[in-house]
């Protein structure tokens, strides 16, 4: 809207016939609009990755939004909009939920939600950044474990952190190499942060992707992405009973005490602070080639509702694997 006033009461034309006697600045009306959106570009940047995530841990957001939303079937269907049609949200959380979406929705950062209390922990919330990166549609990711980004030359060592990390409830901080839509890779420096709510239960997950570029922007990049991590809630207050198993978060005592930008660059650099993992390889298709799995899903019309998380032939390949290659390891 600003930009349309500035070319509408800017006109060019006047800028650049105008000579130093006339006293107009000598610069065009066009070279004006490019610094006011310039300056307009930076000033979101600060809104969405500074004062929004302050805004949504604040007692204030969860009323605002309400107000805004109001109570009427037709507001709020809009914002269920931002969520997988198929995920029944917890009622004890429902506002935290919206909120969040509704916040995290427009940030130019990659953010997903994901469900830890349903099998297969899916994303039920991507944002519009996510689909930018990841090439794929928002009804195409919903509803789906991320693992559909990793393919053949993702890192096993990787993959190995955010299972452990994701058991354990504690925050992941790992590079790992992802797939878009396309094919093409791209480095991912990925944050999980557990969410538990004020029973002990283990209720989300909320995952920030940081593709990896390799410029002179990347400094100021990773402290911004420094800034929202630290604002992101890891607790979440709810009035209801424990609806599941209490969890208890088993943080390292490395991983407590080490910083969180030591932690990022400790990442970005190929190492993950915490425990080491002891990497088991298990040679099936099944752990390589999930990206190839998604796009004939897609191809096909599959929806995540129409097969189970791992079909049963799948699941025993996997066990059997699994059990051959735990009597090869020497603990």
């Not at 006339?22 to 004006?32: E, I």
């Not at 990390?165 to 420096?189: A, M, P, Q």
């Not at 400094?219 to 991590?229: E, P, V």
């Amino acid at each position: 809207m600003a930009l349309t006033c500035c070319k509408k009461y800017i006109d060019e034309s006047d800028y650049e016939s105008a000579g130093p006697e006339g006293g107009t600045p000598s610069r065009s009306g066009a070279d004006a609009i490019a610094a006011f959106r310039s300056f307009a570009e930076q000033m979101v940047s600060v809104l969405a990755l500074e004062s929004f995530p302050k805004f949504v841990q604040s007692k204030a957001c969860l009323p605002l939004v309400q107000q805004l939303l109001g109570n009427s079937g037709d507001q709020m269907h809009a914002a269920s909009e931002l969520l997988w049609p198929e995920y029944k949200v917890p009622e004890d959380c429902a506002g935290w939920v919206n909120s969040f979406a509704s916040v995290a929705s427009s940030l130019p950062a990659c953010i997903v939600l994901s469900d830890m209390s349903m099998p297969g922990n899916p994303m039920f919330f991507v944002n519009d950044e996510f689909c930018r990166v990841t090439e794929y549609a928002k009804h195409e990711a919903q509803g789906r474990n991320c693992r559909f980004l990793q393919g053949p030359k993702t890192e096993p060592q990787s993959v190995a952190v955010i299972q452990d990390t994701l058991r354990r409830g504690v925050d992941c901080h790992v590079k790992i190499l992802n797939y878009r839509k396309s094919g093409e890779t791209f480095e991912n420096l990925l944050t999980m942060r557990p969410v538990h709510d004020s029973n002990g239960v283990y209720r989300f997950c909320i995952g920030v992707q940081f593709e990896v570029t390799r410029d002179m922007h990347l400094k100021s990049r990773l402290a911004k992405l420094d800034k929202l991590i630290k604002l992101l809630p890891a607790k979440l207050d709810v009035e209801s009973k424990a609806v599941g198993a209490v969890h208890k978060r088993e943080e390292a005592q490395d991983e407590a005490s080490t910083a969180l930008e030591t932690k990022l660059q400790s990442a970005l650099g190929g190492a993950t602070v915490g425990p080491t993992q002891q990497l088991i390889q298990q040679d099936t298709s099944y752990a390589t080639n999930h990206h190839a799995e998604m796009l004939a899903d897609i191809q096909a019309g599959r929806k995540v509702t129409d097969k189970p998380a791992v079909e049963p032939s799948e699941f025993g390949a996997m066990v059997s694997s699994l059990e051959q290659n735990l009597k090869a390891q020497k603990f």
